[in-house]
């Protein structure tokens, strides 16, 4: 008798135990893709704004010249040197690289295609996050419940002027990334573990 009323003890004390361990294991809540971007774009708004790096090939340079941004000031004697002085308007656009309101451009010769530099914008934005792709689960490391999804990193060019935003779309110049974000739960939330 007594056996059988340990056995019986046991298999209470089994479910119960069973039972609390089911109702303390929650699932975790739906991350929807909407969710997904605004905590990646709430990462992103929370970090300092930044200006917008532009490279400029030859072409460009000319563009800018159009575009009243900056002017030629001296040519040197190898035909193909020069130095280009930014405009009022310039000056309010961009900024160059180490500073001063002067372009040195110095190609390695007359016929060196690939020779370019890069300018600053002026005004500052932050990284947009866009196209997530599907949310899906995933494991981490040291995390009970993931998830991750892609998406598209991009430069904001809003508070920029046009002839800037032009320039920043020729080629050589790289305005988005793809990149993966990783989610986990914490104290029934989601938030954003990383982005890599």
Same mark, same amino acid.
């Given at each position: ?11 209470? +004390? ?39 790096? $532009? ?9 800018? $010249? +159009?575009?009243?941004? #900056?002017?030629? =000031?001296?040519?040197?004697?190898? &035909?193909? #040197? ?8 310039? &000056? ?10 002067? $372009?040195? #451009? ?11 530099? =890069?300018?600053? +914008?002026?005004? =500052? ?13 995933? =494991? ?6 993931? &998830? ?41 939330? #989601? ?6």
């Amino acid at each position: 008798m007594s056996n059988r009323r340990n056995l019986k003890n046991l298999v209470v +004390t089994g479910l119960l135990g069973a039972g609390m361990l089911v109702a303390g294991c929650k699932s975790a809540p739906e991350l929807t893709q909407d969710q997904a971007l605004s905590l990646i774009q709430a990462h992103y708004d929370s970090a300092p704004a930044d200006s917008v790096s $532009i490279n400029l090939s030859k072409d460009g340079m000319g563009q800018g $010249i +159009t575009a009243g941004l #900056w002017k030629l =000031t001296k040519v040197y004697p190898n &035909k193909f #040197w020069a130095d280009y002085t930014l405009t009022d308007d310039g &000056k309010k656009a961009v900024k160059v690289a180490g500073g001063g309101d002067a $372009i040195q #451009w110095r190609p390695q010769s007359e016929s060196d295609t690939s020779y370019s530099i =890069t300018v600053q +914008t002026v005004a =500052t934005s932050h990284l947009k996050a866009r196209d997530l792709h599907q949310v899906a689960d995933e =494991t981490l490391p040291g995390v009970s419940s993931a &998830k991750g999804a892609d998406f598209t990193e991009g430069v904001d060019l809003s508070g920029v002027p046009q002839s800037v935003q032009d320039l920043a779309h020729n080629p050589g110049n790289k305005l988005s990334n793809k990149r993966h974000a990783d989610f986990s739960v914490e104290n029934g939330a #989601w938030v954003l573990h990383g982005i890599v």
